[in-house]
């Protein structure tokens, strides 16, 4: 199989001779290409549309962008003149990475002769990177559902931040960068594993260090993997500060491509590869993506020892999340207060996801209709259902109410949800704080341990008798029985109007029947 190369001649832009960045490399690398025969001809790709850039930018940076309006400081930050040939070439390179994203869909391989642009993120560009086609691609493979789970191998000498900050908090996505540790950024982002190279380091090392990070890799169940291979690690590399020969690129290439799967950019199914008993090198440890830990950074630097256990926790997200829809159905089902509440221990490290991700689930519907809109206005779940509310209220009134009667609407399809405040309709997924058990707790044993619904009504009274609970025009929204602290009998659910919505049957707190 030949593999299959995009380029396009518009990957040479016209920035001056002078310029620091030699932008002639992608017209000679194509003309090598042609004339050593190692290809016969090239994918030509159409310029990114707009939709499609969306997925990973801002619209009012491709709007800057397209129209020359883009501040100097932003110019500045990318390095190049926001002139016509720039660009086009932007535009055209990041079509190019969506071009051999759909190759490899069919071929298992395609390359793209530019790109990489791992720099630029959600509202800017930097370095010399204007868009960041791997994070566009990625993304388009995500939304069509050509891809479930992407890795994006980085071995460009430099961090690609941009690629850690766009992906920050998509689970879909694993971010992998070997770089220089004194190189650019000098602010590095986090990724969801970073490995930091001293200067000067040399091919046995590196490749060491990069063969023990590929066995860990292998391990996961990547659909696509995206290689940037950068070549500034090359010893010649003016600013690259690291001394990788010509035999130690193409050895590093031939490890990474050594078998065939149906993967994106030069990268293969990675080979097993045995750990040595003792390891020469210093393993990098993962900081969390936020709120890191300063005592994290004394591990950095200390080399595994021979027959030393490396050893931590984790938590798969789907399962988190199928336990948490799992405990919502029950609420529903049993007709209970849905309430979340957790040890302020690691509130710092852990709960933010793990709280995060009840938010998601419970406002699912909400959260899958109007994706695309919170990750424009920079709702972050982690934050709670109040930064919905905060975010949606600088858009205009139809779209705000859109958005709000969509969470009404959940409201009206999941269990109660328990309040911490309930005469301002504040729940407990509103605010992280509200769900650390010693900020919540005030709350949680208001009258002897039981919790109020969004009426400020106690949803048990004294374990038995009968329990009336309204809608906020005063009409009855429910109405039934408690034995010993849970449902039990007939209960008989109305809407605003006062007319029945259903009446359900209970038998020690679990429903057993429920007619319409």
């Given at each position: ?14 920035i ?48 800057d ?16 003149p ?11 390179a ?27 993120n ?93 066995n ?11 290689y ?16 990788i ?185 509103h ?68 007319s ?17």
């Amino acid at each position: 199989m030949e593999l299959p190369v995009v380029n396009h001649k518009d990957y040479f832009a016209k920035i001056g001779d002078d310029h620091k960045f030699p932008i002639n490399k992608f017209g000679d690398l194509a003309n090598y290409l042609i004339e050593k025969k190692i290809v016969k001809k090239f994918y030509e790709p159409y310029p990114c549309s707009q939709e499609t850039l969306l997925r990973a930018h801002s619209e009012k940076y491709i709007k800057d962008i397209r129209n020359k309006t883009l501040d100097k400081n932003g110019v500045k930050k990318i390095g190049f003149p926001l002139v016509d040939s720039v660009i086009k070439r932007s535009y055209v390179a990041t079509g190019g990475t969506v071009l051999a994203s759909k190759l490899a869909i069919s071929t298992g391989i395609a390359c793209n002769t530019a790109g990489g642009s791992h720099h630029a993120n959600y509202n800017g560009g930097a370095g010399y990177c204007v868009f960041n086609d791997v994070a566009v691609a990625s993304k388009y493979l995500l939304e069509k559902g050509l891809a479930g789970k992407i890795l994006i191998f980085d071995l460009d000498v430099h961090q690609g931040n941009g690629n850690s900050d766009i992906f920050r908090d998509n689970r879909n996505v694993f971010t992998f960068s070997m770089h220089s540790k004194s190189n650019y950024p000098a602010k590095k982002s986090i990724s969801d594993c970073d490995v930091e190279l001293k200067d000067n380091t040399e091919d046995k090392e590196y490749l060491n260090i990069l063969k023990f990070h590929l066995n860990k890799l292998n391990k996961e169940n990547f659909d696509y993997v995206f290689y940037i291979a950068g070549v500034d690690i090359h010893f010649n590399d003016r600013l690259g500060k690291l001394k990788i020969t010509d035999d130690g690129i193409k050895e590093r290439d031939e490890i990474i491509t050594q078998k065939d799967s149906a993967l994106i950019f030069e990268s293969g199914e990675m080979e097993q590869i045995v750990q040595p008993t003792a390891t020469p090198f210093n393993i990098p440890v993962k900081e969390p993506k936020r709120n890191a830990s300063p005592m994290l950074e004394n591990t950095i630097n200390r080399p595994i020892q021979e027959g030393e256990i490396i050893d931590c926790a984790t938590m798969n997200m789907s399962d988190l999340k199928s336990f948490l829809e799992s405990q919502i159905q029950d609420s529903n089902d049993k007709g209970i207060l849905f309430s979340l509440h957790m040890k302020a221990t690691m509130m710092k490290v852990s709960d933010p996801i793990i709280f995060g991700a009840a938010v998601e689930v419970f406002f699912k519907d909400v959260f899958d209709k109007h994706g695309q809109l919170f990750e424009e206005i920079g709702v972050d779940s982690k934050n709670g259902l109040g930064d919905v509310y905060a975010k949606v209220n600088s858009l205009s009134d139809s779209v705000r109410k859109q958005v709000v009667d969509d969470i009404e609407k959940v409201y009206n399809s999941r269990p109660e949800l328990a309040m911490v405040n309930s005469e301002k309709g504040i729940t407990n997924l509103h605010v992280p704080s509200d769900v650390i058990i010693d900020a919540s707790m005030p709350a949680m044993i208001r009258s002897s341990g039981k919790m109020w619904n969004k009426n400020g009504e106690l949803l048990v009274e004294d374990g038995n008798g009968k329990m009336i609970y309204y809608w906020e025009n005063g009409q009855i929204r429910g109405e039934g029985n408690f034995k010993d602290d849970k449902r039990d009998g007939k209960w008989t659910y109305y809407n605003e109007d006062g007319s029945i919505a259903r009446v359900e049957g209970y038998k020690d707190g679990v429903r057993v029947n429920k007619d319409k």
